[in-house]
């Protein structure tokens, strides 16, 4: 009864406001717009008489508009298919990335398995000549020297495309190359592989490859210019250097370009020296150390 006296009472301002001057209606408008404010959506008078509170309001066809129970009845439930979507897609991301794991394992273990150790390497033997040694046991697919080139205890890696070679390989233990014979023994590690973009492009970039250095297990704490002045005062100048690392890995990596090779061949005898707090390893580089390309500044 109440909303119909106040439409009524509505109804009857707005015939006023039509014979009323501009004025006097610009001034009754915001006197309904009052009037209006007044209305409360929500009482009794705006329920159909045949709803009740047992009734199913779904069955009478009415969408009634109640701030607790829309909140509550929209909650999300712990097993709501939302959760069951994320729980589905969260285990097939953990099983893709164990199968990637166990992908990754098995290439390692079968590059393993494609590989020889050969130690006891004469300081004059390239990796060229080396890999020439075992081309009759099938087809070398990567060679690394390792260690001191004015040591016989060089040491290096040969990878074959399959286990066939590295078995055949192991046939020529005991050959002699240069002045000693070799040691060919089955691998309990595979090569890492190199990113082919790093390697040398050019002759400029061979002869930079003879003056640098690959330096790893670098304390954590010891900067760029420490590491600068310790291979500067024990083998010579040093023009570029590059430290790579991140707060992923325990150690840090370097590469170190010297003006003239004899320095870096110096720098191949601080291997085991310590730098910082821990021993560091130096073994010849495969890649350069290019110039960082500075980019244009975009305006």
């Given amino acids: 009864m109440a909303a119909a006296v106040v439409a009524a009472d509505i109804s009857t301002d707005a015939n ?35 709803y009740g509170a047992g009734n199913d309001q779904r069955g009478q066809g009415f ?4 701030p607790n129970s829309f909140l ?43 590989t020889v150790y050969v130690s006891d390497i004469d300081q004059h033997v390239t990796e060229e000549r080396l890999a020439a ?28 495309a399959d286990e066939h070679g590295a078995r055949a390989a192991l046939t020529l233990g005991g050959t002699v190359l240069g002045f000693y014979p070799v040691r060919v023994l089955p691998s309990k590690t595979a090569i890492l592989p190199v990113n082919p973009t790093f390697l040398p492009r050019s002759d400029d970039e061979r002869e930079m490859c003879t003056r640098t250095v690959y330096c790893t297990n670098i304390d954590k704490k010891i900067s760029q210019s420490e590491v600068k002045n310790f291979f500067e005062s024990s083998c010579g100048e040093v023009t570029r250097l590059r430290l790579l690392g991140d707060q992923v890995h325990s150690t840090r990596i370097a590469f170190v370009e010297f003006a003239i090779a004899d320095s870096a061949i110096l720098a ?32």
Avoid at 137 to 159: K, N, Y
């Fill in 268 to 299: 191949l005898n601080c291997s085991g020296m310590p730098l910082g707090t821990q021993p560091i390893r130096v073994s010849p580089s495969k890649t350069p150390v290019r110039p960082r390309v500075t980019r244009p500044v975009s305006r």
């Fill in 16 to 50: 006023k406001i039509d014979s009323k001057p501009k004025g006097e209606s610009e001034f009754s408008v915001q006197k309904l717009v009052d009037m209006f404010t007044k209305l409360n959506p929500l009482a009794k008078e705006f329920f159909p008489s045949s």
């Fill in 63 to 66: 969408n009634i508009f109640r």
């Fill in 133 to 160: 040694l075992f081309t009759n046991c099938g087809q070398v697919i990567d060679c690394r020297i390792c260690g001191d080139p004015h040591s016989v205890l060089r040491f290096a890696f040969v990878e074959f």
């Fill in 72 to 114: 509550a009845n929209n909650k999300v439930a712990p097993n709501d298919d939302h959760q069951n979507n994320r729980r589905r897609r969260n285990n097939f991301t953990q099983g893709r990335r164990r199968l990637n794991g166990r992908s990754l394992k098995a290439q390692r273990e079968d590059s393993v398995r494609r």
